[in-house]
Each structure stands twice: as C-alpha cells, then as structure tokens.
C-alpha cells in the first residue's frame, strides 16, 4: 500500500465526509458557525487522522491516530443524532450517513486491533 487513500477506511471515510457536507447544506444559516461547522470538522477529523496515522512509523503511533479518527467517527455520528433531534433533518435523511460512520467505525477498530498488535518498531528507551 503506497498511499492513506488506499485504505479501505479512507475511501469509506471520504463517503461518509461528502454525506455530511451534503446532509448539513440544509441546516439552518444560523448555524453556519454552529453545528454545521462542528459536524463537517469531525468528519474531516477522520480523514485527517487516518492519513496521519498511516505515516507513522511506529505500530502503537498508528494504532493511536486510529483510535483518535474513530473518536471523530463517534463524535460525527453523535451530530448526527443531535441535528436529528433539533429537527435539521430526518432520520431517514440520515441513513446513509449512519450507515458509513458504522462502517469506518468497524474499519478503524480492525486497524487499531492489527497495529495494537504489532511489536513496535522504535521503541521508547526505558528511562533509568
């Protein structure tokens, strides 16, 4: 793999960042500053998280920028019901979204669990 947009999560990711754009086009102008702002930011967050963590050279490095881009994940879903709440859409409106955030989630977490794994190549020397 050359690149962080050759992994499955990115491309997933990128899914789920044009959903929320497209979904948060209607909220309300009053919230321009608001939620919609903080809604596209988390699900960028992923993105940039991932792409940060496949530069990493260390295994526990990686595994922690992913666990950082699943937390945006949760965050973003967590908007999600929030704008649901407040009216700014429907449930229905946000199916698909729902239904990638999940997606990248089980993505993320396989990513965490392979490099939680791994020896880290450039271990911390232990301090005396």
């Known amino acids: 793999m050359d690149s962080f947009t050759d992994l499955e999560a990115w491309k997933k990711g ?3 960042v044009k959903e929320i754009y497209s979904l948060s086009q209607s909220f309300p102008k009053s919230e321009q500053f608001g939620i919609t702002s903080q809604i596209r930011r988390s699900s960028t967050g992923i ?7 496949f530069s990493r050279s260390g295994s ?4 922690y920028k992913y666990t950082i881009a699943r937390g945006e994940n949760s965050e973003t879903c967590a908007f999600l019901h929030i704008v649901i709440e407040l009216e700014y859409i429907t449930v229905d409106h946000a199916t698909k979204a729902f239904e990638l955030s999940s997606h990248v989630g089980r993505l993320l977490s396989g990513l965490i669990q392979t490099y939680s794994k791994l020896p880290n190549p450039n271990p911390s020397p232990n301090p005396s």
């Open 14 to 16: 990128m899914e789920l």
């Open 47 to 53: 993105l940039a998280n991932i792409a940060e963590g």
């Open 60 to 63: 526990a490095d990686k595994a």
